[in-house]
């Protein structure tokens, strides 16, 4: 396990989780809480495409529209979606046999074009193509035999590539291949995966989902990386009306970013104070 002062953690949450997160993580930047200053960086799904912007050097507020992805749309397969949601929602399932199940329904019928438009379309949002020197640690799960992985720049993974596997999920984008193999959204492994982040001393969580998180369950996945320091962000009142209800809808990304901008703004001093004092921790 390695031992790292600050820690930044990006949870999923869609197309709107992605512009929402963006926004808060600009406008935290604008305000002087520099979330880009960390020592580890893990993105999932959604964080992917932010976490890989933020330790690349760039301003998530490149993302406030996703015009630069306007000519790599990738068809949406809704029911192949709920299919995987039910294989999920079905309580009776151990957590491996569900992501098995939901790795088959991914891999029916891959297109090659879909294919090629999610990577080309992850390329433009994301804006680089080389793993950053910061630790980036992006998830995923292979799609044929259900096994979590995390990526890092040491992995083998192209960088564009493990960022559309951790945000392909099965009905919204096709399994990506990487080394022979099928790799889906990141979020099957463990939600917003903090365990990854086990050994920091400070840790802040961005969670776009945490309104739909089950009570307890992401503030014990918090609690269990034991980090002395741990701030969760998860959307306000006012982000989730700027959501709506499909996290999948494009047309809400300018409310959404917009929205996330705007909570930041009520959360910089509070979060000031917990990243700013954690470069002094012994």
Known sequence: MHTVDRALVLGPGGPVGTAWAAGLVHGLLRAGVDLDAADLIVGTSAGAIVG???ATGQDPGRLETPVRAEGHRVPVDHARMGEAFAVLGDRTLEPEEARRRVGQLALGGVDPRAEEALLAGRAALIGAREWP??????????AGT??????????????????AASSAFPGAA???????RRYMD?????????????????????????????PGV??????AVGARTTETIG???????????????VT???PAYRAGVAQAAGSADRLRSVWGTAGAAG
């Open 52 to 54: 890989a912007v933020l």
């Open 133 to 142: 020197e910061r630790r980036l640690v992006i998830t995923a799960v292979e």
């Open 146 to 163: 259900g096994e979590p992985v995390a990526w890092d720049r040491d992995s083998g993974a192209p960088l564009v590539h493990a960022v």
């Open 174 to 180: 096709p399994p990506p291949e990487v080394d022979g």
């Open 186 to 214: 990141g979020a099957l492994r463990a939600g917003v995966n903090a365990d990854l982040a086990a050994g920091a001393r400070t840790l802040v969580v961005v969670a776009p989902m945490a309104h739909l998180s089950p």
């Open 218 to 223: 992401l503030e014990g996945q918090v609690a």
């Open 235 to 249: 959307p306000d009142p006012a982000s989730v009306e700027a959501f709506g209800p499909d996290l999948g809808d």
């Open 252 to 254: 809400v990304w300018g």
